[in-house]
């Protein structure tokens, strides 16, 4: 199966679309059950789907809404202030600069942000378990801080998006943070944790969910949405998050897949719990460039 890719990013790349090995799925679902920091929907966050939303052409910046109330109803930030792999991440968020062409500068409190991010992620067993696979898979260092340093390449390493200005961009601000390209386009924002403080402060615009088809309605407690949404008065007409996981799950998962291969892209469809995912992983040199889920089935509907 041939599939033209939709995220924004995706520069018209098409690529065939694999199905996960029985070692790479059980892989994936080990670190979905080792994630004991993921958040329990109608717990601790409860979101409100409301209606789906409409086709918006690329390039276009109406989009009707079809979803008046937030998508975040509630969620438990004392919880996520307890956990310090989710304080060190919303430290990050602010670090960046959203345009492309605008060169980012590091500031050495900011590299120690990242530093405490990795560092607190590696304590955790999601970690732990997807360094051991991936040095069985011989494509990582045994010795934890190479690995960490290996993480901070992939993920922080800045690099030349928009080839006019400096080194602009990085693959954590482009997945968990979002930028905009020329003021015209949404890229990235592909993290739950962001979506909700954005649109805590106003900042975005939840328009509705997006569903293949009726059959694959979503439930207010899938861990999975593909949706739609405005930003800094822009359309993004399909985006797509995990809800509730931890960033340390994210970016164990993501960095599985971005060392899988060396392709510019690479698409896996994988069955994680009960959710039939297609995983895409872009690369940027020894980085990431962009990386996102999206959703394809749940809940078994059409397995």
Same mark, same amino acid.
């Given at each position: 199966?041939?599939?033209?890719?939709?995220?924004?990013?995706?520069?018209?790349?098409?690529?065939?679309?694999?199905?996960?090995?029985?070692?790479?799925?059980?892989?994936?679902?080990?670190?979905? !059950?080792?994630?004991?920091?993921?958040?329990?929907?109608?717990?601790?966050?409860?979101?409100?789907?409301?209606?789906?939303?409409?086709?918006?052409?690329?390039?276009?910046?109406?989009?009707?809404?079809?979803?008046?109330?937030?998508?975040?109803?509630?969620?438990?930030?004392?919880?996520?202030?307890?956990?310090?792999?989710?304080?060190?991440?919303? *430290?990050?968020?602010?670090? &960046?600069?959203?345009?492309?062409?605008?060169?980012? @500068?590091?500031?050495?409190?900011?590299?120690?942000? *990242? @530093?405490?991010?990795?560092?607190?992620?590696?304590?955790?067993?999601?970690?732990?378990?997807?360094?051991?696979?991936?040095?069985?898979?011989?494509?990582?260092?045994?010795?934890?801080?190479?690995?960490?340093?290996?993480?901070?390449?992939?993920?922080?390493?800045?690099?030349?998006?928009?080839?006019?200005?400096?080194?602009?961009?990085?693959?954590?601000?482009?997945?968990?943070?979002?930028?905009?390209?020329?003021?015209?386009?949404?890229?990235?924002?592909?993290?739950?944790?962001?979506?909700?403080?954005?649109?805590?402060?106003?900042?975005?615009?939840?328009?509705?969910?997006?569903?293949?088809?009726?059959?694959?309605?979503?439930?207010?407690?899938?861990?999975?949405?593909?949706?739609?949404?405005?930003?800094?008065?822009?359309?993004?007409?399909?985006?797509?998050?995990?809800?509730?996981?931890?960033?340390?799950?994210?970016?164990?998962?993501?960095?599985?897949?971005?060392?899988?291969?060396?392709?510019?892209?690479?698409?896996?469809?994988?069955?994680?719990?009960? &959710?039939?995912?297609?995983?895409?992983?872009?690369?940027?040199? !020894?980085?990431?460039?962009?990386?996102?889920?999206?959703?394809?089935?749940?809940?078994?509907?059409?397995?």
């Amino acid at each position: 199966m041939e599939l033209k890719p939709k995220d924004a990013s995706d520069h018209g790349v098409i690529t065939k679309v694999q199905q996960a090995t029985q070692d790479l799925t059980e892989v994936l679902n080990q670190i979905w !059950r080792l994630d004991t920091n993921r958040l329990k929907p109608g717990t601790d966050y409860i979101i409100s789907l409301q209606g789906s939303a409409g086709f918006v052409p690329q390039g276009s910046n109406y989009a009707r809404d079809l979803a008046r109330a937030p998508l975040f109803k509630y969620v438990n930030e004392d919880k996520l202030r307890s956990i310090e792999t989710y304080l060190h991440f919303v *430290n990050l968020l602010d670090n &960046y600069e959203s345009s492309t062409g605008v060169s980012e @500068r590091v500031t050495s409190e900011e590299l120690q942000e *990242n @530093r405490l991010f990795i560092n607190s992620m590696m304590e955790t067993d999601v970690m732990k378990h997807a360094h051991k696979y991936l040095v069985r898979k011989r494509q990582s260092p045994s010795d934890p801080e190479q690995f960490k340093k290996q993480l901070y390449d992939i993920w922080f390493r800045l690099y030349h998006r928009d080839k006019s200005g400096g080194e602009d961009s990085c693959g954590f601000e482009h997945v968990f943070v979002g930028e905009t390209k020329f003021g015209q386009e949404i890229m990235g924002l592909h993290n739950w944790v962001q979506f909700y403080l954005l649109e805590k402060h106003g900042h975005v615009d939840y328009k509705g969910y997006k569903a293949r088809d009726r059959k694959n309605t979503p439930d207010e407690d899938d861990h999975v949405l593909n949706l739609q949404f405005s930003w800094k008065g822009l359309v993004k007409p399909l985006g797509s998050c995990f809800l509730g996981v931890s960033p340390e799950f994210e970016v164990a998962l993501f960095t599985i897949i971005f060392l899988m291969s060396n392709e510019k892209k690479t698409s896996v469809v994988v069955k994680v719990d009960e &959710y039939v995912l297609e995983l895409v992983v872009y690369r940027h040199g !020894r980085s990431i460039g962009t990386s996102f889920p999206k959703l394809l089935s749940s809940n078994h509907k059409d397995l």
